[in-house]
Structure formats: C-alpha cells, structure tokens
Nanobody, 122 residues
Framework: QVQLVESGGGLVQAGGSLRLSCTASGRTVSRLNMGWFRQAPGKEREFVAAVTRSGGKTYYADSVKGRFTISRDNAKNTVYLQINSLKPEDTAVYYC???????????????WGQGTQVTVSS
C-alpha cells in the first residue's frame, strides 16, 4: 500500500505561483511513476502532469505546458508540482496519484491522495 499526502495549495492571485508537494509513505516511491491530476468545480478530473520513477521523463497536459513543472526527490519520497503564471481557470482540487499502468489515464492509477485546493483569484 501507498499513502499519498498533498500539501501546498492555497489562495493566490492570478499571475502568482505555488509549489505543491506530494509525500508518499508505505512503499518506496522511487519505484513508482507518479502523476498529478486536477478537478475543477463541475468538471471531471483531468490529467495535469506525470514523471517517471527516475525523474528522467515528464509528461504534461497541453493546457499547462510551459507553466507547470513536475519533479521528484526520491530521497524524500516526494513529488512536486511547480505552478507558475496561475490563471483563474487553474482553480481546482489537485490530486497526486501513483503507479499507473498508463500515464495519462486516471483509472489506471492505483493510489490517490486526498487532494489540495488551489484557488486563483482574478
């Protein structure tokens, strides 16, 4: 089993930045591919970014390319999502997920955190 705990969300003005963290316990996260998803009010949860177990490859949704950066520190069992140039449409609950069979596919992730709220004011 893997437990994931997200942190770092909050209220920020448009144009600002946040860094979300996802700390894993229960199993060595260095063996797992990891991803971030988000769910805006009234919308389905969507893929945001993912990183391979070594950190050597990253994947992004088109809507966040150039503004979001996913990274990981396996020594700390932590994955990060740096979010820059925030827009009101980035407002959502952001979820960390682990161990996918397919990077982009939400149902293929085995483990999920509880989410952290990001709210961007205009």
């Amino acid at each position: 089993q893997v437990q994931l705990v997200e942190s770092g969300g909050g209220l920020v003005q448009a144009g600002g930045s946040l860094r979300l963290s996802c700390t894993a316990s229960g199993r060595t996260v260095s063996r797992l591919n990891m991803g971030w998803f988000r769910q805006a009010p009234g919308k389905e949860r969507e893929f945001v970014a993912a990183v391979t177990r070594s950190g050597g490859k990253t994947y992004y949704a088109d809507s966040v390319k150039g503004r979001f950066t996913i990274s990981r520190d396996n020594a700390k069992n932590t994955v990060y999502l740096q979010i820059n140039s925030l827009k009101p449409e980035d407002t959502a609950v952001y979820y960390c997920a682990a161990n996918p069979r397919s990077i982009y596919s939400e149902p293929d992730y085995d483990y999920w955190g509880q989410g952290t709220q990001v709210t961007v004011s205009s």
